[in-house]
Protein backbone atom coordinates (compact mmCIF):
# COMPACT_ATOMS: atom_id res chain seq x y z
CA UNK A 1 0.00 0.00 0.00
CA UNK A 2 1.15 3.65 -0.73
CA UNK A 3 -0.31 6.95 0.74
CA UNK A 4 0.27 9.99 -1.61
CA UNK A 5 0.23 13.66 -0.58
CA UNK A 6 0.01 16.21 -3.21
CA UNK A 7 1.67 19.90 -2.73
CA UNK A 8 2.65 23.06 -4.45
CA UNK A 9 -0.79 24.04 -5.55
CA UNK A 10 -1.91 27.56 -5.82
CA UNK A 11 -3.21 30.54 -7.44
CA UNK A 12 -1.12 31.72 -10.69
CA UNK A 13 -1.76 34.17 -13.47
CA UNK A 14 -2.46 32.68 -16.79
CA UNK A 15 1.68 32.02 -18.59
CA UNK A 16 2.99 31.28 -15.51
CA UNK A 17 4.24 28.40 -14.17
CA UNK A 18 3.75 25.98 -11.01
CA UNK A 19 5.24 22.96 -9.93
CA UNK A 20 3.24 20.18 -8.43
CA UNK A 21 4.86 17.30 -6.00
CA UNK A 22 3.43 14.00 -4.88
CA UNK A 23 5.15 12.40 -1.88
CA UNK A 24 4.60 8.63 -1.59
CA UNK A 25 5.27 6.83 1.43
CA UNK A 26 5.19 2.80 1.94
CA UNK A 27 7.31 0.24 0.55
CA UNK A 28 8.40 0.01 -2.73
CA UNK A 29 7.50 3.12 -4.96
CA UNK A 30 9.42 2.27 -7.67
CA UNK A 31 6.54 -0.34 -8.34
CA UNK A 32 3.86 1.86 -8.97
CA UNK A 33 3.05 3.34 -12.30
CA UNK A 34 2.36 7.35 -10.77
CA UNK A 35 -0.30 9.34 -13.20
CA UNK A 36 -1.17 13.14 -12.75
CA UNK A 37 -5.24 14.40 -12.55
CA UNK A 38 -7.27 17.33 -12.43
CA UNK A 39 -11.13 17.67 -11.57
CA UNK A 40 -12.91 21.13 -12.33
CA UNK A 41 -15.66 21.90 -10.52
CA UNK A 42 -18.66 19.92 -12.42
CA UNK A 43 -16.49 18.21 -14.58
CA UNK A 44 -15.14 14.47 -14.56
CA UNK A 45 -11.64 13.74 -13.61
CA UNK A 46 -9.61 14.36 -16.03
CA UNK A 47 -5.80 12.27 -17.40
CA UNK A 48 -3.03 14.75 -16.91
CA UNK A 49 0.29 12.62 -17.55
CA UNK A 50 1.69 9.45 -16.34
CA UNK A 51 5.32 8.21 -15.53
CA UNK A 52 6.52 4.53 -15.67
CA UNK A 53 7.95 2.64 -12.84
CA UNK A 54 11.69 4.03 -14.23
CA UNK A 55 10.35 7.09 -14.88
CA UNK A 56 11.17 6.98 -18.73
CA UNK A 57 8.12 7.62 -21.43
CA UNK A 58 5.23 9.67 -19.70
CA UNK A 59 2.64 10.20 -21.85
CA UNK A 60 0.48 13.51 -22.16
CA UNK A 61 -3.03 14.38 -23.37
CA UNK A 62 -3.39 17.03 -26.29
CA UNK A 63 -4.72 19.84 -23.56
CA UNK A 64 -1.15 19.49 -22.13
CA UNK A 65 1.48 18.01 -24.40
CA UNK A 66 4.43 20.50 -24.19
CA UNK A 67 3.42 22.28 -21.35
CA UNK A 68 3.61 19.89 -19.04
CA UNK A 69 6.10 17.46 -17.61
CA UNK A 70 6.08 14.39 -15.05
CA UNK A 71 9.23 13.56 -13.53
CA UNK A 72 9.59 11.01 -10.80
CA UNK A 73 12.72 10.32 -8.01
CA UNK A 74 12.52 6.80 -6.81
CA UNK A 75 15.30 7.40 -4.07
CA UNK A 76 13.27 10.43 -2.60
CA UNK A 77 9.33 8.91 -3.41
CA UNK A 78 8.55 11.82 -5.13
CA UNK A 79 6.74 12.44 -7.95
CA UNK A 80 6.80 16.13 -9.78
CA UNK A 81 4.51 18.19 -12.27
CA UNK A 82 5.96 21.20 -14.07
CA UNK A 83 3.23 23.27 -15.21
CA UNK A 84 4.07 25.94 -17.70
CA UNK A 85 2.55 28.63 -19.91
CA UNK A 86 -0.57 27.95 -18.01
CA UNK A 87 -3.71 28.67 -18.72
CA UNK A 88 -7.39 29.58 -16.91
CA UNK A 89 -8.78 26.06 -17.76
CA UNK A 90 -6.11 24.38 -16.16
CA UNK A 91 -8.05 25.79 -13.09
CA UNK A 92 -8.62 22.55 -10.99
CA UNK A 93 -8.09 20.46 -8.08
CA UNK A 94 -4.78 18.05 -8.85
CA UNK A 95 -4.59 14.74 -7.76
CA UNK A 96 -1.53 12.26 -8.28
CA UNK A 97 -2.40 8.67 -8.52
CA UNK A 98 -1.03 5.08 -8.11
CA UNK A 99 -1.10 2.08 -9.31
CA UNK A 100 1.03 -1.47 -9.83
CA UNK A 101 -0.83 -3.58 -12.15
CA UNK A 102 0.38 -3.66 -15.28
CA UNK A 103 -2.21 -1.69 -18.10
CA UNK A 104 -2.61 1.69 -19.78
CA UNK A 105 -3.22 4.19 -16.65
CA UNK A 106 -5.42 6.54 -18.57
CA UNK A 107 -8.58 6.72 -16.77
CA UNK A 108 -9.20 7.06 -13.01
CA UNK A 109 -10.54 3.63 -12.87
CA UNK A 110 -7.09 2.37 -13.51
CA UNK A 111 -5.93 3.43 -10.69
CA UNK A 112 -5.18 2.03 -6.86
CA UNK A 113 -4.43 5.11 -4.46
CA UNK A 114 -4.90 8.91 -4.57
CA UNK A 115 -3.85 11.87 -2.88
CA UNK A 116 -5.91 14.57 -1.41
CA UNK A 117 -5.18 16.75 -4.34
CA UNK A 118 -4.04 20.40 -4.57
CA UNK A 119 -6.14 23.19 -6.09
CA UNK A 120 -4.51 25.11 -8.45
CA UNK A 121 -6.04 28.68 -9.92
CA UNK A 122 -5.30 30.28 -13.15
CA UNK A 123 -6.41 33.69 -13.61
CA UNK A 124 -6.82 35.29 -16.59
Known amino acids: QVQLVESGGGLVQAGGSLRLSCAAS????????MGWFRQAPGKEREFVGV????????VYPDSVKGRFTISRDNAKNMVYLQMNSLKPEDTGVYYC?????????????????WGQGTQVTVSS
Open 97 to 113: AADSVYRRHLTPDEYQY
Open 51 to 58: ISRSGSGP
Open 26 to 33: GRSFSTYE
